[in-house]
């Protein structure tokens, strides 16, 4: 079939979905201060990997990464907010971070509870086949 102008858009333009991106990093060690050997990870865990880092990360903050990367949980430190309503610009804040993945179709089931200075924000995240429960600690809020 050759190409002409003359055919409609349509028939000649062919659209082609871009594949999804590699989830293999490296594995970071968030809990401790050593240095591991590089060790490879993939699947579930990157996953979990990248949703921990995300929403540790404030966006606009580090240069290296875009304004799609990271979560503007920091801005809600020090607001004079009713619980109510800093529950849920904590939900907005997370869903918001999460979602610009595009492995995540959907982020819901919050449960946010605070204890001392840490908040635990408990959530459940869609991606594809796969359903994770995970919970983020956040200190000093």
Known sequence: MALSPLQPREERVVQ??????????????FDGDELLRPVMIDGDEALRQAIRKTIATARYRYLIYDGQYGCELERLLGEVLSPELLNLEIKRAVREALLADERI????????????????IAFTVKSGHL???????????
């Not at 082609?16 to 060690?29: C, E, G, N, V, W």
């Not at 179709?105 to 635990?120: A, K, P, T």
């Open 16 to 29: 082609i979905a871009a594949p999804p991106s590699p989830s293999r990093t490296y594995a970071l060690d």
């Open 105 to 120: 179709q959907d982020v819901g089931g919050f449960d946010i509870r605070r204890e001392g200075d840490m908040l635990f």
């Open 131 to 141: 359903t994770l429960k995970e919970e983020v600690a956040i200190g000093n809020v």
